[in-house]
């Protein structure tokens, strides 16, 4: 587990994928800035024992209470110099500052376990709230892909952030690395 100050993210487990089935199955947990998602068990067990070589947590406040959700994983597959992340949290628990504090903690262990020389992640241009999450965490924006997603039955840009090892600041927020 990393412990922050307000919140932990603990990693999720196999055990877990009945609440990760119910909030990947919810367009409210998603928000209108992320695509709908509907699957099935075994899809979610399928991609679980899958290549998938990045980190999956739970975003739990200090009671336990599971709030949201923040993962990391390779840009391309066998290539661990280039991370992308994303996050999202339970409607009632955003703008609180879980999701900047979880963003801040998961780059922070990245660049300090890992081979790690860039993270991106990639926002919706309405999603003003996310662009001041990553914007806090020291990512930089750097462009707009144009037609990069489908929500919602529209075409939709999106914005890339990302912040280099170089330019990192480390946060201090990280208890149990120092």
């Given at each position: 587990?990393?412990?922050?100050?307000?919140?932990?993210?603990?990693?999720?487990?196999?055990?877990?994928?009945?609440?990760?089935m119910q909030w990947a199955n919810s367009?409210?947990?998603?928000?209108?800035?992320?695509?709908?998602?509907?699957?099935?068990?075994?899809?979610?067990?399928?991609?679980?024992?899958?290549?998938?070589?990045?980190?999956?947590?739970?975003?739990?406040?200090?009671?336990?209470?599971?709030?949201?959700?923040?993962?990391?994983?390779?840009?391309?597959?066998?290539?661990?110099?280039?991370?992308?992340?994303?996050?999202?949290?339970?409607?009632?628990?955003?703008?609180?500052?879980?999701?900047?504090?979880?963003?801040?903690?998961?780059?922070?262990?990245?660049?300090?376990?890992?081979?790690?020389?860039?993270?991106?992640?990639?926002?919706?241009?309405?999603?003003?709230?996310?662009?001041?999450?990553?914007?806090?965490?020291?990512?930089?924006?750097?462009?707009?892909?144009?037609?990069?997603?489908?929500?919602?039955?529209?075409?939709?840009?999106?914005?890339?952030?990302?912040?280099?090892?170089?330019?990192?600041?480390?946060?201090?927020?990280?208890?149990?690395?120092?």
């Amino acid at each position: 587990m990393l412990e922050g100050k307000n919140i932990n993210l603990r990693l999720v487990e196999k055990e877990d994928i009945a609440l990760w089935m119910q909030w990947a199955n919810s367009p409210e947990f998603w928000g209108e800035y992320n695509p709908l998602r509907q699957v099935t068990k075994a899809e979610v067990e399928k991609e679980w024992d899958g290549p998938y070589k990045g980190k999956r947590f739970f975003i739990e406040k200090k009671d336990g209470t599971k709030v949201g959700f923040i993962g990391g994983g390779e840009m391309w597959p066998g290539e661990s110099h280039h991370l992308v992340m994303g996050y999202t949290l339970l409607p009632a628990e955003r703008r609180k500052g879980y999701g900047t504090e979880a963003v801040a903690l998961l780059v922070d262990f990245l660049f300090l376990s890992a081979d790690v020389g860039r993270i991106s992640a990639f926002v919706d241009p309405r999603n003003i709230p996310s662009q001041r999450v990553l914007e806090k965490a020291g990512f930089v924006k750097e462009g707009t892909m144009r037609r990069a997603g489908f929500l919602r039955g529209k075409w939709s840009d999106f914005l890339m952030f990302g912040i280099i090892k170089e330019e990192w600041k480390p946060t201090g927020l990280l208890k149990n690395l120092g």
